[in-house]
């Protein structure tokens, strides 16, 4: 089935470890893009990838780093993961930027930092 | 700069009831504005999108929203509540950078 995997689904983590959430999607879409979800808050993108090889900085970018070195994934990594950074991690992506193309999301990915 | 506010972060309704869920933007732009629809441990799903066509928008599910301009609102409506609609939902706004900028959600209760 097309769509979009994610890894882990859960994850409770020491502070200070690092922790890489990967991101799989198999409908060959050029845009992805990573939001983390808080309670109130709705969700904020992190970080976004308008096509394999450039990556941009979303709303709240600090203390995570992504990459893209192919089409199909699009890993988001913690240096040093932080308590604040527990939260729910949601992989979207589309087939190119733009307000016209819809953005499909994958299952998430729940952290826990202590 | 734009933004989204949902008034009401958890409503109620009975089944059968209509359903109205509050979105009022804020954009320097022309806005496009989408509502998602988000189930217990899921991903989100779109449920309709605006996209300056027809001020009334239809979408999955029998819900649709209407765009008004003079009053910066898109909310979303369904004229019978069933079971199956508990779910959270989200209202988002883009800019021509396609960038979202979500609400903070509202949780739809539809007791029987």
């Known amino acids: 089935i097309a769509g979009i995997t994610q890894a882990p689904t859960s994850q409770i983590l020491a502070a200070g470890r690092r922790m890489t959430l990967r991101c799989t999607q198999d409908?060959?879409?050029?845009?992805m893009y990573w939001y983390r979800q808080d309670l109130g808050l709705g969700l904020r993108l992190i970080h976004y990838?308008?096509?394999?090889?450039?990556?941009g900085k979303g709303e709240v970018p600090d203390g995570y780093s992504v990459s893209r070195a192919n089409t199909d994934d699009f890993p988001l990594t913690l240096a040093s993961a932080v308590p604040s950074q527990t939260s729910v991690y949601f992989c979207?992506?589309?087939?190119?930027?733009?307000?016209?193309?819809?953005?499909?999301f994958g299952p998430g990915t729940r952290l826990t930092v202590l | 700069a734009q933004s989204v506010t949902q008034l009401g972060s958890h409503v109620s309704v009975s089944e059968g009831a209509l359903v109205l869920l509050r979105c009022n933007y804020s954009?320097?732009?022309?806005?496009?504005l989408f509502w998602y629809v988000q189930y217990p441990n899921q991903g989100l799903q779109l449920l309709l999108k605006y996209t300056s066509a027809a001020t009334l928008v239809k979408g999955i599910n029998g819900f649709e929203a209407e765009f008004k301009k003079s009053e910066t609102s898109f909310h979303l409506t369904k004229p019978s509540a069933h079971m199956s609609d508990a779910a959270e939902y989200f209202c988002a706004v883009s800019g021509n950078t396609g960038k979202l900028i979500f609400g903070q959600g509202t949780t739809l209760q539809v007791k029987p």
């Open positions: 990838s308008n096509t394999a090889g450039t990556t």
């Open positions: 409908m060959r879409h050029n845009a």
């Open positions: 979207a992506s589309s087939e190119r930027t733009g307000v016209i193309y819809e953005q499909f």
């Open positions: 954009s320097s732009v022309p806005p496009y």
